[in-house]
């Protein structure tokens, strides 16, 4: 086990929960980042005491920093401190837990140095898959997922001899705070009716796009990428009371799952553990007391972000981080109360059909397509 981790995101909720970890496990941590939560950012400084702290804000940054003058710590700002807090040699272990396109180049930076990375960030895979894990191969970099999903599968692939061994992998969805809705039905979805997840307990983001079912196109699109499967070996299937985390089929039939309650301590605490199981004193699975376990297709008309993410993941390049970019904006627009919740993957759609795709793409034609996507969902909004 590495004792040594950086926390990016350390603010939200992935982040809060691997800090909860840390704290059980006496782990030190030696960087914390975050976007611009001055007040948690401060707390947490002032428990973990990290060599550094970095606030993406640099106004927010330059607040942090008068509040822990006198304190052993630096306080950095920027995609420069994020890189940097990444970067840490003191730090053998990196969770990006950052949400959005924010956390790709701190995280490509980590992978670089051959650091473990205990993957939370989507955004690394979705949108620079082929990139990030072509460095990973070079630097030696450990990839562990930390998305309850991903890890699932990364559990039950242990011991697999190869893959060719495997048939598929099955990836559960919940279905979200919508499901067996139409889509006329899911149009005017209110902001509180859609971050009222019926399993878990995330950020707004993240709930968001489960209802919309975009969450499990990216999850979708980043398997492909960690377990180097192609897209007719991945299959989605809505499992309601998100007990059964994800599953593999072989070749010979045999489906392995795993399960566990929904709670995201138990993966992150696998994550940084790996290859060993620490003691969790997070309460077990009770099988007789769990209810009957259902299983069902997903329904891509009525939610039709699920399809635009799977379409993206044939094509490959850039058509996947104009999927994330458009997406982010159109979440935010939507978080903000400005669109309908049925306008999402309108506006999705939108920037796929106008951004031309470019293959074998660089990290720089990665950002641009990312950019534009954003702003072709800005312009819609303001009737461009």
């Given at each position: 086990?590495?004792?040594?981790?950086?926390?990016?995101?350390?603010?939200?909720?992935?982040?809060?929960?691997?800090?909860?970890?840390?704290?059980?496990?006496?782990?030190?941590?030696?960087?914390?980042?975050?976007?611009?939560?001055?007040?948690?950012?401060?707390?947490?400084?002032?428990?973990?005491?990290?060599?550094?702290?970095?606030?993406?804000?640099?106004?927010?940054?330059?607040?942090?920093?008068?509040?822990?003058?006198?304190?052993?710590?630096?306080?950095?700002?920027?995609?420069?401190?994020?890189?940097?807090?990444?970067?840490?040699?003191?730090?053998?272990?990196?969770?990006?837990?950052?949400?959005?396109?924010?956390?790709?180049?701190?995280?490509?930076?980590?992978?670089?140095?051959?650091?473990?990375?205990?993957?939370?960030?989507?955004?690394?895979?979705?949108?620079?898959?082929?990139?990030?894990?072509?460095?990973?191969?070079?630097?030696?970099?450990?990839?562990?997922?930390?998305?309850?999903?991903?890890?699932?599968?990364?559990?039950?692939?242990?011991?697999?001899?190869?893959?060719?061994?495997?048939?598929?992998?099955?990836?559960?969805?919940?279905?979200?705070?919508?499901?067996?809705?139409?889509?006329?039905?899911?149009?005017?979805?209110?902001?509180?009716?859609?971050?009222?997840?019926?399993?878990?307990?995330?950020?707004?983001?993240?709930?968001?796009?489960?209802?919309?079912?975009?969450?499990?196109?990216?999850?979708?699109?980043?398997?492909?990428?960690?377990?180097?499967?192609?897209?007719?070996?991945?299959?989605?299937?809505?499992?309601?009371?998100?007990?059964?985390?994800?599953?593999?089929?072989?070749?010979?039939g045999a489906v392995l799952a795993q399960l566990g309650t929904p709670d995201m301590r138990l993966p992150i605490r696998y994550a940084l553990t790996y290859p060993a199981r620490a003691e969790s004193p997070a309460e077990p699975l009770d099988l007789l007391a769990c209810p009957p376990l259902t299983f069902g297709p997903p329904d891509r008309e009525a939610f039709p972000c699920l399809g635009l993410a799977m379409d993206c993941a044939r094509t490959g390049g850039t058509a996947c981080a104009v999927l994330n970019g458009a997406n982010e904006a159109a979440v935010g627009l939507f978080l903000e109360e400005k669109i309908p919740f049925g306008q999402i993957p309108e506006l999705v759609q939108r920037a796929l059909d106008r951004i031309p795709v470019q293959l074998?793409?660089?990290?720089?034609?990665?950002?641009?397509?990312?950019?534009?996507?954003?702003?072709?969902?800005?312009?819609?909004?303001?009737?461009?």
């Amino acid at each position: 086990m590495r004792q040594a981790i950086t926390v990016l995101g350390s603010t939200g909720s992935i982040g809060r929960q691997t800090l909860d970890v840390c704290r059980q496990m006496g782990l030190q941590v030696e960087a914390l980042a975050a976007c611009r939560s001055v007040d948690l950012l401060e707390e947490q400084v002032r428990e973990f005491c990290p060599r550094l702290a970095v606030l993406y804000d640099m106004d927010a940054a330059a607040e942090l920093a008068r509040r822990l003058s006198g304190l052993p710590v630096r306080v950095a700002y920027g995609m420069e401190g994020l890189v940097e807090a990444a970067s840490l040699p003191e730090s053998g272990t990196v969770v990006t837990a950052m949400v959005g396109m924010v956390g790709l180049q701190p995280t490509l930076a980590a992978v670089r140095l051959g650091k473990r990375i205990a993957l939370a960030n989507k955004e690394t895979l979705v949108c620079a898959g082929e990139l990030v894990m072509a460095e990973a191969r070079r630097s030696g970099a450990e990839i562990v997922p930390v998305d309850s999903e991903h890890s699932a599968i990364f559990q039950c692939l242990q011991g697999c001899r190869g893959r060719e061994e495997v048939r598929r992998l099955i990836l559960t969805c919940s279905g979200g705070p919508f499901y067996g809705l139409s889509r006329q039905e899911v149009w005017g979805k209110t902001r509180q009716e859609a971050l009222r997840h019926p399993n878990w307990a995330m950020g707004a983001k993240i709930t968001i796009d489960c209802a919309t079912l975009m969450n499990k196109g990216l999850e979708f699109i980043e398997a492909m990428r960690l377990f180097r499967m192609p897209p007719e070996q991945v299959s989605v299937v809505i499992h309601r009371q998100s007990i059964i985390h994800s599953m593999v089929e072989f070749r010979d039939g045999a489906v392995l799952a795993q399960l566990g309650t929904p709670d995201m301590r138990l993966p992150i605490r696998y994550a940084l553990t790996y290859p060993a199981r620490a003691e969790s004193p997070a309460e077990p699975l009770d099988l007789l007391a769990c209810p009957p376990l259902t299983f069902g297709p997903p329904d891509r008309e009525a939610f039709p972000c699920l399809g635009l993410a799977m379409d993206c993941a044939r094509t490959g390049g850039t058509a996947c981080a104009v999927l994330n970019g458009a997406n982010e904006a159109a979440v935010g627009l939507f978080l903000e109360e400005k669109i309908p919740f049925g306008q999402i993957p309108e506006l999705v759609q939108r920037a796929l059909d106008r951004i031309p795709v470019q293959l074998n793409p660089g990290l720089e034609d990665i950002l641009e397509a990312d950019r534009a996507a954003r702003q072709i969902v800005c312009d819609s909004r303001r009737g461009g």
